[in-house]
């Protein structure tokens, strides 16, 4: 597992945040580069005016700094990713708490899942965060909550053109994954790594996004999964209550 290092650079940490914020959120101001960072204003212009330089940001006419050329184009997600960080951080923060392991928010973007922030837990041995990262969707817990959560059809026509990709056996762990009501990932995207992970539908029933909780595969007993999954599908139904009232 990828632990923070035990000397971080923060400008640096911060700017590749920033990047990631720009990529896959959008444009901010100033101000809310600032906000989200936990830094000054006079930091975050900084750190912006240096992304801007290099040609990973640029800025507009109305003073709103945007993702530049350097930065890959990303698949974008149709789930309203501001809104569930806001609305999911307090319900992260409580099951992490309660479980105490990390917890991630993960939404889907094309075939890949997008994890959009973590609660991350304070053992010694933990999993870190994990925001801003990308991962194939068929291998994450999220991810193939998500999928087995989605009509079929649309799962076909997401894959059907991938050739590393065996729709006859995504098909078929999709379907135990619906039959269960949560993914697992058993250490299919790191070695020592193992998540549960289940989906988060809007008012119409449809998945936008999925919560999980990793661990080191070391504390992983499968005896304990069914405590794990109630807790996770509560934090999932908090989560669908509150964005109900936005």
Known sequence: MKNKPPYPIASVDHALHLATLLQQEGPLRVSEAADRLGVSPSTAHRLLSMLVYRGFAEQRPDRYYEAGDVLRPAAASRAPVALLREVAVPHLNALMTAVQE?????????????????????????????????????????????????????????????????????????????????????????????????????????????????????????????????????????????????
């Not at 075939?111 to 609660?119: L, W």
């Not at 006859?168 to 193992?194: C, M, P, W, Y």
């Open 102 to 246: 990390s917890v991630n928010l993960v939404v889907l973007a094309g075939t890949e899942a997008r994890f959009v922030t973590t609660a991350e837990c304070t053992q010694t041995l933990r999993v870190g965060s994990r925001a801003g990262r990308t991962l194939p969707a068929r291998l994450t817990s999220c991810g193939k909550a998500i999928l087995a959560a989605m009509p079929p059809d649309d799962v076909t026509a997401l894959y059907e053109d991938a050739d590393d990709v065996e729709l006859a056996s995504l098909r078929r762990e999709l379907t135990l994954v619906r039959k269960r009501g949560f993914a697992i990932n058993d250490q299919s995207t790191e070695a020592g790594l193992v998540a549960l992970g289940v989906a988060i539908r809007d008012a119409k029933g449809c998945p936008i996004a999925g919560v999980a909780i990793a661990m080191p595969s070391i504390r992983f007993h499968r005896d304990r999964i069914p405590g794990w999954i109630r807790a996770l599908a509560g934090c999932a139904a908090d989560i669908e209550h509150d964005l109900e009232l936005q």
